[in-house]
């Protein structure tokens, strides 16, 4: 009974074996049909050629690049382009200063983009507010702003409550006034933010900012939230500022330590920001999701999680007591990225941990992508695309011919040395091979139509050494099933006992390995990295195919005459093994040896 | 059949080959391996390629780029071959590029006449700079701890796998031996390291560890029986093991050098030095030593780091004993019937000293052919003890 569900799970294993197959053949035909897959796999820089991108350091006025920031900005670079799959890109510097993208294929604008956007997160305090563009309504109420009022009459706040449920956008009514433009908000809680203030609020709401700030314990020239930062000259520019104008802010001038004019990303607010209170170099980790709403379910909002590192999240806990008592619009606090403003939602309450979460009006590979960069971190300098250029291959195309062609000699005499060493069982190995091969087939193209996984030189010559891994696990399971043989066992007997004993050894074996491959690919970047990510496949399909393959197609084939009787062309002959005749009791007194050459009755006989 | 019958003896123990006992020998041929890939190293520096280094790049503008610029480009470097570090690519439709190591502001203007001489392009069209390295020290720095990391772990893994620190620290040993190695003979060819070899260098690591591991898998298993029956010393377990694989060990090493054998003979007959060619030769020659280490170093370290274990000192006892009280009983056991010399027919004299030496050394039945007086065949085990049945021994001596 046990040797029968033996045969079932083998017949079982096979077929999951073919589905697998199938399901993948079906998942490529889909990437063809629906998507921009290719029947190909993707090739490496060295072999296909690719684009080449040279990036020219972005300076204004008479400021120099040293060469740390040249290299730490290519650090960066490196990271973001391994962010984008597993594609084998080559960033170098060029003379110092510009830092040259080569990159398989065509990048498409999205991808430029992320190479080469500075991301610049910080967070600085709003001191004033306007639409983005000068309205005929009495735009320069900011300059009011300057002159502190006395009056307490911060009424915003009120007003806004009822009107503000909706975190994602501000309420139509107001759709003229500037607020509108403000997307999100802290998202601690889904909160009635940023919905407040008529366009005239801004002038009354810093009346009552004096006492608060001063309570902050800062001195009163230093702290970030102070209007009085706020100079005729920032004013002014702030009044000239118009957001909806292309290139607005081509001469903007960022620096930390002083208050920033500028507009949001869209261009539908101009805002007056304090001083930086925290940088982008604070964020430890970030990642990109749908924000989880009060009853624990997914919103459509996208949220953009920050973790900041301890220092961060100390200002950023600072920062936010000091803000929440703060009037609007002061008690908001501005994300901007590269200087523009993405966000300015407004404290509820202190946030201790140094977790935040930015809300905004992107959408989800949008954010994705963002969060990626932030995550790496900004470069130090920001960076213009010099040119352009197709690349043509390095290695020359008859390298990867003569490869393939090398290959399929190798194959060849590994068929002729399996057939010689292991006689028809040597097909199996062979078809256990072909079937890694088409699986790996399978798996390459599909990576590379999913994660850009492309093939270098490396990458051909390290899947003609994994024929060697694969063909390992059989040798080691076909030697431990001879060797139980020669102990004396049956043949189908041999085989599960054989199998238990290989099972250990090719999973302890290839669990190594594919070790290797995780850390690797987790730990080191570039071609390192692709070769981890090679590894680690053909570890794992060598162990699919071991078990869903070899395996079940030994046990199937055990129970045949050929090879149960021992055939001398089998490869499993007893005899030529020289194994041990062992004696069975075979009942009614009789005994037999093994193998049963002459079944039974011998014994007595003679 | 040759092949099949050293397999066949190799695994019964007839046949054997003395790679531990001759542990010596084999320390010392790989240590002075080890030495001339050391030595190789100081007097050959590795010649890093411009992907380590740097370099100076040349473009060329405004030609129609021919068909062979490759060859032109070279030729005008006076660089035949791709052993010498120098890239050539094309550029959108109209440049070569021409990368080459790092040169020095003469050598440069000299270059950049002769590119243009040969692209028939005026000087001013051939621009020279520098460029940095692609795998910079920031890459190596990454992939030198993500190595770091990745031994500990394995240590770690193999070490309670194993549940010896020793047999992790042997792998690891031996793997240290393959790469050296491999490194100092390709200082020696004076091949360009570029980024590839780098990647062969890794999979000849990965190839290395996966090779002990599956041996040492082996070792574990007869170390473990030989502590359980205390029939064999360590070392002869160790040694065993060590044979009982060395089948495997051939055809695996075979099946993984074969297609690698092809790309290099390919790739020296059609191609001449190049990235294909430096690859093939660097995993040829790791696989290689990565199989002799398995067999020839891994274990014979394991068993010399174990020599001082309580645990094999005393199954080393267990095992002289054992093999004295064998010996001795072969001295007594007489000639039985038809009967080869392992389980002997104590049929006639069962005074309980033989039988209980037969039971003890659980006789393989290489004499089932034996016959007792009825002329009927019997099972091994019936043949001794009085009444023709099975005896175990008593209490004191079971184990």
Known sequence: MAQMSHATFARRALAGMAVLTIALMGLLFGANQFSNGSYAPKLGLDLEGGTQIILQPRLTGDKTVSPEQISQARDIIVQRVDAGGVAGAEVTTQGGRNIVVSMPGTPDKSTEDAIQRSSQLQFRPVL??????????????????ASPSPSGSAVPAPSASPSASAPVASPAPSSSTNNSAVPG?????????????????PAASPSASPSPSASGGATGAKDPLSLDQITPELTAAF????????????DLVDDDTKPLVTCDADGAAKYILGPVVVSGDKISDASAGYQVGQNGQQTSTVEIQLNLNGEGAKQYADISRKMVPLQQPQNQLAATLDSRVIVAPTFNEAIPNGKASITGGFGIEEARDLAQQLKFGALPISFDLQTRD????????????????????????????????????????????LAAGVLTYLAITI??????????????????????????????????????????????????????????????????????????????????????????????????????????????????KFFRGGHPMSGLDPDKLGAVKKTSYAGRGRFTTNPPRVAGGEGSAS | MKFSDLGNDLYTGKRSIPVVPKRRTFYIVSLVLMAIAVAGLGINKLNLGLEFSGGSEFRVTGTSVPADYESMAREALGAADDSQGVRVSKLGTGTVRVQTERLDAAESAEVQGQLAETFSVPVGQVSATFIGPSWGDSVTRQALRALVIFLLLVAAVLAIYFRNWKMAAAALIAL?????????IYSFSNFEVSPATMI??????????????????????????????????????????????????????????????????????????GTLLDLALV?????????????????????????????????????ARSEAKRAKERAAAPVGVGATQGGGVALAEADGHAANESVDSVPRATDEESATITGRQVHKYAQSGPRNQPKRAPKSRRK
């Open chain 1, 128 to 145: 004033a507010i306007a639409a983005g563009s000068p309205q005929p309504e009495p735009s320069a109420s900011p300059s009011s702003s």
């Open chain 1, 185 to 201: 908000a802290f998202a601690a809680e889904p909160s009635p933010s940023a919905s407040p203030s008529a366009p005239a609020s």
């Open chain 1, 239 to 250: 009044t000239a500022l118009d957001c909806s104008k292309e290139g607005a802010l081509e």
């Open chain 1, 390 to 433: 197709q690349i043509s291959p390095t290695l020359g195309s008859e390298q990867l011919r003569y490869g393939l062609w090398a290959g399929l000699v190798g194959l060849l005499l590994v068929t002729i040395y399996s057939l010689l060493q292991y006689r028809v069982l040597g097909f199996v190995t062979i078809a256990s091979i």
């Open chain 1, 447 to 560: 990576l590379g139509w999913s994660h850009n996984y492309r093939l270098d030189m490396a990458g051909v010559t390290g899947l003609i050494v994994a024929i060697g891994f694969t063909a390992d696990s059989f040798i080691v399971y076909f030697e431990r099933i001879r060797d139980e043989l020669r102990e004396g066992r049956s043949l189908e007997s041999a085989v599960a006992t054989g199998w238990d004993r290989a099972k250990r050894t090719i999973l302890i074996a290839d669990g190594v390995n594919f070790l290797a491959a995780i850390v690797l690919y987790v730990l080191a970047s570039s071609s390192v990295r692709g070769f981890a990510f090679t590894l680690g496949l053909t570890t794992l399909l060598d162990i699919l195919i071991v078990f869903l393959f070899t395996h079940p197609l030994v046990t199937l084939l055990a129970r045949r």
């Open chain 2, 176 to 184: 240290a031996h393959d790469l050296v190695i491999t490194v100092g």
């Open chain 2, 200 to 273: 062969g260098f890794l999979t000849v690591l990965g190839y290395s560890i996966y090779d002990t591991v599956v041996v040492f898998d082996k070792v574990r298993e007869n170390t473990n029986e030989a502590f359980a029956n205390g029939r064999m010393s360590f070392a002869k377990a160790a040694n065993l093991a060590v044979n009982q694989t060395l089948v495997r060990s051939i055809n695996t090493t075979a099946i993984g050098i074969l297609p690698i054998l092809a790309v290099l003979v390919v790739g020296a007959l059609f191609l001449g030095p």
């Open chain 2, 283 to 319: 995993l040829f020659i790791g696989i290689l030593v990565g199989a002799y280490s398995s067999i020839f170093l891994a274990t014979p370290l394991l068993v010399s780091l174990r020599r001082k274990d309580a645990a094999v000192v005393e199954l080393d006892k267990r095992a």
